[in-house]
């Protein structure tokens, strides 16, 4: 099995080739997670949790204080807890296709497969706001008007990125895109 890896603070990326063919790349990124956050969700959770008990059992308030107060807990675990991303994968199949995958924390699986045939160029591009600037990979459809993220929920950094747009230039979806490779390579260097 040929593997690639790259590790940042926040993400881990890995290249593997385990298919015996090799035709097939894969690429997942992987959010490396803090126990902090979780259990901070948590103990908010419970804090207005048995903020609402207390209010309903000894000051005798009304029971809707204990009901948005389970309400506002449950929410603010399915938001804290549930929508994050463990894991987003690109699965790479010259000829065929690319299958894009995002592996939320719940458990739950988003997939999206785009044939070879609708891909016209994937494209590296520099997102700038007046508060951050981060890069994202984006794949220009045949017949679509927005450009199709491959990683929808993550922000990954430059040197994460470009291996897996060399892989899909190199695919067959994007051959008129190797005049690009040196821009990318050039600004590899200077970071």
């Not at 259990?39 to 204990?66: E, H, R, T």
């Not at 894009?100 to 994937?122: A, D, N, Q």
């Not at 679509?144 to 897996?164: A, C, D, G, Q």
Request: positive net charge; glycine residues 6%; charged residues 20%.
């Amino acid at each position: 099995m040929n593997e690639s890896f790259i590790a940042t603070a926040r993400f881990t990326y890995i290249k593997d080739r385990k298919w015996p063919s090799a035709a097939i790349d894969v690429h997942h990124v992987i959010v490396r997670q803090s126990n902090l956050k979780g259990l901070l969700v948590c103990l908010f959770a419970f804090g207005f949790s048995a903020n609402g008990l207390y209010l309903f059992l000894v000051l005798d308030k009304s029971p809707f204080a204990l009901l948005w107060s389970l309400l506002l807990s449950s929410s603010l675990l399915k938001l804290g807890i549930g929508k994050s991303v463990v894991k987003e994968s690109v699965l790479i199949m010259p000829n065929f296709g690319v299958q894009l995958e995002t592996h939320y924390r719940s458990g739950r699986i988003s997939r999206h497969f785009v044939p070879v045939s609708k891909i016209l160029k994937p494209l590296l591009l520099e997102h700038v706001s007046p508060v951050t600037c981060y890069w994202v990979l984006s794949l220009i459809l045949l017949k679509e008007e927005e450009l199709t993220p491959v990683f929808k929920e993550l922000h990954l950094p430059l040197k994460m990125l470009v291996p897996i747009w060399k892989a899909l230039c190199g695919s067959g979806s994007g051959d008129n895109v190797f005049s690009l490779h040196s821009t990318v390579e050039d600004h590899e260097q200077s970071v």
